[in-house]
């Protein structure tokens, strides 16, 4: 890994210069605010402006095809970051990009990928189920063909977006007799499909979510992805990218791992803290005079910065924990005003900290769950096997 430093040529610069001015505009404490309000990590007019201004279009296509280069990809990345875009819709859509270019029909194509890079369709993850979603390949939901046309039937749970989406990438099983990796089938499903229902759910940390129902949802077979009962094989790529489990490239210019967004808001929120600490109260005293509290803030800062650092799925699984693990002792730190949230009056770093802790358990929950990631890391990384939930033997009786 290349940790020195960039330096910009003059175009580079001008480019970073370009992004800077572009999201000053667009992305605004009003965006920022009412996606506080709503939780839908998702605002139409910037998402609209972008398309319009061709930068979605630059982010889908490779440096040959006419989309950005390394570098110039890195800088886009990080100012979005920079400026707190409201994000989550994009990056659903940007996941199920290439399994349209590669599953879906010409027909199919022409009708999402244009109208995809003008901002105007935005696609959801139909995968987890009301009974289950760490094992994606148990999906319930039926599709049952009828001519030209497919029947589906059932309901999906945490469909983030779909509300804000177009159309969703839905994993149905067309054959329930069938070993459950040759049951699927994969569809395009446009939601504005007569018979689809969308409710919203509100999580612990504020963020929006859906569950959607399916009822007789009657599509044509164009808007299948892939072969029946083949839909594994076009699910593979989406889900090892939302895994983290792609390796980053070694040049410096790509996160180490999935989840940085959630670790530098975290690691944001450690330096206010820091700051807090840092700063004599009306009697002179700092609250970093107090040895424990050092010791607590240095731990946590140590935890970060190791999981900031951690690549791949290692990565996923340290930020998640670490926020977990540090956000209950550093409001302990900031006292009883940390418990109020981000813009009420006295909260003691602007909830900053309070946010990570109830962001901190949905960050190993999306995705794939920490002990779902745990066990990946186990089996195919350390050797360790498959785990094993049988019972444990009785002991024998002993002979007499
Ligand atoms: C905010 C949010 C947004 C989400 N967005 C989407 C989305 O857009 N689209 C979508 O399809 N899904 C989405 N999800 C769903 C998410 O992917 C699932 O919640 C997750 O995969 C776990 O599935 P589950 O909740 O059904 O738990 P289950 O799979 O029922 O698991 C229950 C418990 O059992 C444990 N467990 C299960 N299997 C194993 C195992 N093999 N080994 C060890 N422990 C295990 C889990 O860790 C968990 O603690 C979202 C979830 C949240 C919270």
Redesign the pocket.
Known sequence: MDFSRVELSDDDQAFLDEVRAFLDTHVTDEVRRRDRETGDNFDEGVHLAMGAAGWLAAELNSEEEGGLNRLRRRIWDLERRRVRIPWVTWG?TSIVVNSVRKHGSTELQREVLPRLERGEVRL?????????????AMAKTRAVRDGDQWVINGS??????AHNCQYVFLITNTDPEAPKHKSLTMFLVPLDTPGIEIQGIR?V?G?R?NIVYYSDVRIDDKYRLGDVNGGWAVLMGPLNEEHGVVGAADDGLQDVSILIHQGTMMATSVDNVVSIAAKPGPDGRRLLDDTSVGYRLGRSIAKVEAALSAPHMFGRVALAQTMRDISPDLMDILGPASVLPIETEGAADNGGMEYVYRWAP?CG????????F??MIAQHVLGLGR?N?SHPAKPKAKAS
């Open positions: 659903t959801c993850l139909g995968y987890t189920e009301p009974e289950g979603g760490s094992d994606v999906k749970m945490f469909t983030t977006g999580t940390d963020d979510t949905l929950i999306y995705g794939g769950t920490l002990e779902v745990r066990n785990p939930y």
